[in-house]
Structure formats: structure tokens, C-alpha cells
């Protein structure tokens, strides 16, 4: 039994733009593995080697980490949402110290969610 595939033409901007979803879905994909394996690594510690290593994260870590815990604990924070946004439309901007401090224990804080917990269970 043979099967003969058929290609049909597509115009180029139809094309690029399923390129661009494809590439974006897998730049999501692998942004998801890295702080997924994060995440877990925290999840791993006692509560003050945690802590610790929560402090001690560059602001892109940081920022990263916060995005990725903060969709998957289904929180709806407006002041997380807000250094997200912030960081965003400029990445390059340090955030001050107060943003920095609290992002840091929001990050700690969701990390020690239950939500969060059983949600990485499940990935």
C-alpha cells in the first residue's frame, strides 16, 4: 500500500506567522522546563536554605521565577502583575529596592503555597 502526500502552497506571511507561533510555543515550552526544574530544586530545601536561596536570585532569575510561579499558582496579585508588567515593557530597568524586596517575598511566599505545591505535582 502506498500513500502519496500532497503539498499545497502557502502564502509566505501565512507561513511565517505559523513559524513564529511554532517558535514561541517552543521558547515557552523550555522557559516552563527551566523554572519548573527551579522550582522544584526550592521546593527541595527546608524552609531557611529556601529563604536564602529566594534572596540571593538576580533580578531576571528572579523575575523569571516569579512569572512562572505566579501563573501557575492562579493568584490574581496586582502588585505582582504590576513588576511583570513593569519588567516587560523594560527589561533592562533595575527594580527598586522596595520592588526587589517584595518581589522576593512574594516569590517566597507563593513557592510555600499549597496551590503551588500540588500544582508542580502534577506537571
Known amino acids: 500500500m502506498t500513500h502519496e502526500t500532497k503539498t499545497m502552497e502557502v502564502p509566505v506571511a501565512i507561513a511565517d506567522r505559523v513559524q513564529t507561533l511554532i517558535d514561541a510555543y517552543e521558547a515557552k515550552e523550555k522557559f516552563n522546563a527551566e523554572r519548573k526544574v527551579v522550582v522544584n530544586d526550592l521546593l527541595a530545601m527546608d524552609s531557611l536554605g529556601c529563604e536564602m536561596a529566594v534572596y540571593s536570585m538576580p533580578q531576571g532569575e528572579l523575575l523569571d521565577t516569579l512569572r512562572f510561579v505566579y501563573e501557575l499558582s492562579g493568584t ?13 515593557e523594560n527589561p533592562k530597568k533595575a527594580l527598586s529596592d522596595s520592588q526587589r524586596a517584595s518581589a522576593k517575598s512574594m516569590l517566597f511566599n507563593l513557592i510555600n503555597d499549597p496551590s503551588v505545591v500540588s500544582a508542580m505535582k502534577e506537571l
Do not use: A, D, M
Not at 81 to 88: A, F, V
Open 76 to 88: 490574581n496579585s496586582r502588585f505582582i502583575k504590576n513588576i511583570l508588567t513593569q519588567s516587560r
